[in-house]
């Protein structure tokens, strides 16, 4: 069959000779099918048996979000696929099995997360996860480091790099939705009403747009490593002991701090979101406490699991040890992996500024602020994000400062 979209009616024919369904559900006569996709791309659905519980993940050939006059390729589920196998290599457990594929249907099995929610709903209700930052610092060191030229030969590493760089499509709405556009009135950009003064002076700030530039640059020209390209709160499934990264359809050879920078800067959006949710002033302080402190976490285990790989896992082309531990110069590593670091923290901030940006002001939004009821309070929680995300971009402060700058900025624009 050419390529169809499932529907819930069809579903249970199309997919009932599957054994990768029947042997973990049961018989297709006895399925019940949901459509639960929640996202700007996919069908999701969860097919419940009489053995459990499924999921089956098929791309549309257009973004779900505006509708088919934006179409976009299937191979994204390709790409998705190739993406969930080499995560689930690299940290182990952390992203849901998959099934089943198939490339012709653009159609994802896998596991159905359950007990699981979307971390950013949880966080919307002041829901803390306790062990976010832990698994988040692992994952991102694990995929982000053996995926890289300090863990993989050159011929793997350019093998690798050719088979994602046909992930354009996705790329290109990245490369426009979150550098470019924000920083002018393009067409799809939506915005709270009464914004406009906040948004005024951020677009006419030089520095900034050049900082956005920057980052574009670096996007686009660093393809350090396999980075999953759409680290958000919303890609993230949680319970109170587990984590599971889902969602990797805009996977790409990009900077290491890519992710890095769009999930600290969706933990900053669910900071500053915290005073549009609370029934009192102050009562989401220990929520606030706790996003701050998972910022500061993840960057710790992430330099510290880093560190780990880069001492017993440096076996790619770059920084090799005959140029130093085998050269009787194991500071000269420690000297080069602190270089790393900053650079990929520095990389981090400018992605994360611009990520902030386009969640206020571009197409695709974020619950945390678009639920805020009352349109005052959400006002002011978008402009305390604008303004520190265009410090964060243009300024990239340090790992140390970035937690009180947010704290201050939370406080300087009445609640
Ligand atoms: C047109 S797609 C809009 C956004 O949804 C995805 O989740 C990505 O974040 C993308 O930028
Ligand atoms: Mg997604």
Redesign the pocket.
């Given at each position: 069959m050419d390529y169809t979209p499932l529907t819930i009616e069809t579903l249970p024919a199309r997919l009932s000779s599957l054994p990768a369904l029947t042997d973990r559900i049961g018989p297709a006569q006895a399925w019940t099918v949901a459509e639960v996709g929640d996202?700007?791309?996919n069908l999701v659905f969860i097919v419940s048996g009489p053995l459990g519980r499924i999921i089956v993940k098929q791309a549309l050939p257009y973004?779900r979000?505006?509708g088919d006059s934006?179409p976009?390729p299937l191979n994204r589920a390709f790409f998705e696929y190739n993406a969930l196998t080499r995560h689930a290599a690299r940290d182990p457990g952390r992203v849901p099995e998959v099934f089943h594929f198939d490339e012709g249907q653009a159609l994802i099995v896998m596991r159905c997360l359950s007990p699981h929610v979307i971390l950013r709903k949880s966080v919307v209700q002041g829901v803390m996860h306790p062990m976010l930052a832990r698994h988040m610092g692992v994952f991102l060191a694990r995929s982000l480091f053996r995926g890289s030229a300090l863990s993989l030969s050159g011929g793997a590493l350019r093998k690798d790099m050719a088979l994602f760089a046909a992930n354009h499509a996705l790329a290109d709405?990245?490369e426009n939705?979150?550098f470019s556009d924000p920083y002018f009135a393009a067409k799809l950009n939506r915005h709270t009403p009464g914004l406009a003064p906040f948004i005024a002076p951020l677009r006419a700030d030089r520095a900034l747009r050049i900082a956005a530039q920057e980052a574009k640059h670096a996007f686009l020209s660093k393809t350090e490593t396999l980075v999953h390209g759409?680290l958000?709160s919303?890609?993230l499934m949680v319970t109170a002991e587990d984590t599971q990264v889902i969602?990797p359809e805009?996977a790409i050879y990009g900077p290491f701090g890519f992710d890095v920078g769009m999930f600290i800067a969706n933990l900053l959006l669910a900071f500053h979101a915290q005073s549009g949710h609370e029934d009192s002033p102050g009562a989401r302080d220990g929520c606030r406490d706790w996003l701050l402190g998972q910022l500061a976490e993840v960057w710790q285990v992430f330099t510290a699991e880093f560190r780990h790989l880069w001492q017993t896992e440096r076996t790619g082309i770059l920084y090799e040890r005959s140029l130093f531990e085998d050269a009787g110069d194991a500071p000269g590593a420690e000297a080069a992996l602190a270089g790393v670091l900053a650079g990929i923290w520095r990389d981090a901030m400018g992605f994360c500024g611009v990520e902030m940006h386009?969640r206020i002001l571009g197409?695709?939004h974020v619950e945390d602020l678009e639920a805020i009821p009352d349109p005052a309070r959400r006002l002011r929680a978008e402009a305390r994000a604008l303004e520190l995300g265009r410090i964060i971009a243009t300024a990239r402060p340090t790992p140390g400062d970035l937690g009180p700058l947010a704290r201050d900025m939370d406080r300087s624009i009445a609640r």
């Open positions: 996202g700007n791309l973004v979000l505006v934006w976009l709405i990245t939705l979150v759409d958000h919303g890609s969602d805009f386009r197409l695709a």
